[in-house]
Nanobody, 124 residues
């Protein structure tokens, strides 16, 4: 599976962005999908995950109520809608496909395929 993320950019605090991740190469609908992020000098951390059919989602506590993960299997695309952005959300955001399960997972090692990352910068 090849993953291509896009939609990052520079936004003021309180603003919104929508990230997209297009998959190619294998049957997208068979994979649980996730978004992770990595800020400078920090470990890559889990942000959100969605099951193969969108029926289950999971979020890290710091983004609950502000971020929404969704997917469109007909377009082989997973989205991350980010509202009420704060400077602490500044990071490179990566999409990933779960290599072991069609469900949700917050564990990095569950994800076999990774996109190239898209930069999100939130100014104060």
């Amino acid at each position: 599976v090849q993953l291509q993320a896009s939609g990052g950019g520079l936004v003021q605090a309180g603003g919104s962005l929508r990230l997209s991740c297009v998959a190619s190469g294998r049957t997208f609908s068979g994979y649980g999908m996730g978004w992770f992020r990595q800020a400078p000098g920090k470990e890559r951390e889990f942000v959100a995950a969605i099951s193969w059919n969108g029926g289950s989602t999971s979020y890290t506590d710091s983004v609950k109520g502000r971020f929404t993960i969704s997917r469109d299997n007909s377009k082989s695309t997973v989205y991350l809608r980010m509202n009420s952005l704060i400077p602490e959300d500044t990071a490179v955001y990566y999409c990933a496909a779960n290599g072991f399960s069609a469900g949700v997972s917050s564990t990095k090692s569950s994800y076999r395929y990774w996109g190239q990352g898209t930069q999100v910068t939130v100014s104060s």
